[in-house]
């Protein structure tokens, strides 16, 4: 693997180099397009010298208060003016043990943007230049700089994909990354199908031993002091569970998520027509029986939804989880292993029960999950058809009248002073046995959310002699989530004993979505990338009228087969893997 050079940092420092896009070696990476504008360059100081707004150091203060003296020793030469830095109070305490010792010294290099995050009203060139948007965290990433005054944390820049790339962070996992580049510390999915995959490639450091040792910065007799882990609700088998690999390591850092398929509506423009929406249940049924009558009234595609295209499974887990998630948990359940957590659909049962006739695309009941996805295609916008992004100013000026999308939202839509209507809440839509005869729960709850940029640690950090500072970084942050999260409105944290800073319209419907164990069973957060992207083609025809849903169904199985005979050969025991196929 190709080392890591800080010659890197160099490159920021010049005004014909874009911002922060320069690659571990040095080189600049193609298809990377400059920043927009200017921003004040980190130089040796620390985080702290550009994005720090109050914390003041001891070891800077000294200096000060040194230098104060021998100005005054000076004075009756000449006057003198000299900046004193404002004394301020620390923004969290530390346990009276203090902080771990640290043989590193040098800089870790952190992106703190990534996946299922809002841009948290960055500008493209703040974005490229690694800016968190968030003084809290800045005051956080400060204090432990000072804790550690041989480590400079140095923000990295978000990179920007070549045309056709799944998305940027997958890009950059597969090429940077995989090639032993980029950052020390980024931010990911946090599922099995991306942190897992990648982690059992070699691409990341499994953190299991580290969740089983107690967080040094987290006080005696509280969670986490013992086990790190314990800062989780139902440690391994919590949220840690989404981002298990399949050969069951933990990648992953979880220490928020985002209550997804809340639906923000036009309340005005409803009582206006005399309409209502459906409360306190958003069943599927009934949400388009109110967009049947917001069509007929002259609003040709009055719905956004809030990701991808008809392809994205963001939607299909509306479905599949009260129709295939207990159907998986009653039926494809492996007891031979111990590890297999209790609420969560392995990937190895999903594929013994399609290998052995257990489940199938072609079953009545995943039919069914085809036809309520297509109910509301007719009146979502042309936008989401095709996958193009969806604009959220359509939504504030009445253009559109329902949105379906996050609590990450909340803020730009409930806080902005130009929305000239009331905007009602709800939570997601669901399925009950009002909406679908296969339905498995009478009054079945919304969806839960995945991680929201769970922290993973780059394999390359090993080489590098970072791995330790990375993380007892992530440590410390997760000791201090509380003080984090006063700077993100809108994203739930899932550290015990942090309270969410949601805007209070959204806080009841958001509890709904709060994951204390896992996403809900989607097949496609099970496969592999190839199976996900033929599935989603699929999907794409299907819904636009271009093949049937006995097409759509008959194609969906093949792939499924397909992934599982590749999941197979690489996962069982006769592989080296840790599927016994003797115990299906």
């Not at 003084?135 to 000072?146: K, N, R, S, V």
């Not at 942190?195 to 986490?224: K, S």
């Not at 003080?483 to 550290?495: D, E």
Request: charged share 25%; hydrophobic share 40%; net charge negative.
């Amino acid at each position: 693997m190709q080392s890591y050079s800080r010659e890197c940092r160099k490159c920021r420092e010049t005004e014909e180099k874009p911002i922060d896009r320069c690659t571990a070696n040095g080189q600049f990476q193609t298809g990377l397009k400059p920043a927009k504008e200017k921003l004040p360059m980190k130089t040796k100081g620390t985080f702290a010298k550009t994005q720090r707004k109050s914390y003041t150091s001891p070891r800077r203060l000294i200096f000060t208060v040194i230098a104060v003296a021998l100005v005054a020793l000076m004075g009756a030469c000449a006057p003198q003016v000299v900046e004193v830095e404002r004394v301020v109070e620390k923004v969290v305490e530390v346990p009276a043990t203090g902080p771990p010792e640290l043989d590193y010294e040098g800089e870790l290099v952190v992106m703190f943007d990534g996946g299922y995050m809002p841009p948290e009203g960055l500008t493209d060139a703040q974005r490229a230049a690694g800016e968190t948007g968030n003084e809290y965290m800045a005051e956080l990433i400060a204090q432990w700089e000072d804790m550690h005054p041989g480590i400079d944390v140095v923000p990295f820049g978000v990179p920007e994909a070549p045309p056709g790339a799944q998305t940027a962070l997958i890009w950059y996992m597969k090429t940077a990354i995989a090639a032993g580049q980029g950052p020390d510390l980024m931010r990911y999915y946090g599922g099995t199908g991306y942190d897992g995959a990648e982690g059992d490639r070699g691409l990341l450091v499994p953190l299991d031993a580290y969740f089983r040792q107690p967080n040094p910065y987290v006080e005696e007799g509280r969670a986490g002091s013992d086990r790190w882990v314990d800062q989780w609700e139902n440690g391994f088998d919590g949220i840690l569970a989404q981002s298990k690999s399949l050969a069951g390591r933990y990648y992953s850092i979880p220490l928020e998520t985002a209550a997804p398929s809340l639906i923000y509506y036009n309340k005005t423009a409803l009582d206006e027509l005399g309409l209502e929406f459906p409360s306190p249940r958003t069943n599927i049924t009934v949400l388009v029986e109110l967009l049947k009558e917001l069509k007929a009234a002259g609003h040709e595609t009055p719905m956004h939804l809030m990701c991808c295209s008809p392809a994205g499974n963001w939607d299909s887990l509306i479905f599949d989880h009260s129709i295939i998630e207990p159907k998986g948990l009653a039926e494809w359940r492996l007891d031979y292993k111990v590890s297999l957590s209790e609420n969560v659909i392995e990937a190895e049962e999903f594929s013994r029960a399609i290998k052995q006739g257990l489940f199938a695309a072609t079953d009545p009941e995943y039919k069914e999950t085809l036809r309520l996805g297509k109910l509301w295609v007719p009146y979502v916008t042309e936008e989401w058809k095709i996958g193009a992004p969806v604009q959220l100013s359509d939504f504030l000026t009445g253009k559109v009248l329902i949105r379906m999308s996050g609590s990450w939202e909340a803020e730009a839509i409930l806080g902005n002073p130009e929305v000239d209507f009331e905007v009602g809440v709800a939570s997601g839509p669901v399925v009950g046995l009002v909406d679908s005869e296969y339905s498995m729960e009478e009054e079945p709850g919304p969806f839960v959310g995945g991680p929201a940029g769970a922290w993973v640690v780059n394999a390359a950090a090993v080489k590098r002699g970072t791995l330790e500072a990375s993380v007892d970084f992530l440590q410390f942050l997760s000791a201090n989530w509380g003080h984090a999260v006063k700077g993100r409105p809108g994203l739930v944290p899932v550290i015990k004993d942090v309270e969410p800073n949601v805007r209070p319209e959204v806080a009841e419907p958001a509890k709904a979505h709060i994951p204390t164990s896992v996403m809900r069973w989607s097949y496609a957060d099970m496969v592999d990338a190839g199976a996900r992207e033929e599935a989603f083609i699929i999907l794409q025809e299907f819904y636009l009228d271009q093949i049937t849903i006995d097409e759509a169904a008959e194609r969906m199985q093949q792939v499924w087969e397909e992934w599982a005979d590749r999941a197979i050969e690489t996962n069982s025991t006769e592989s080296g893997g840790s599927w016994d196929l003797s115990k299906w």
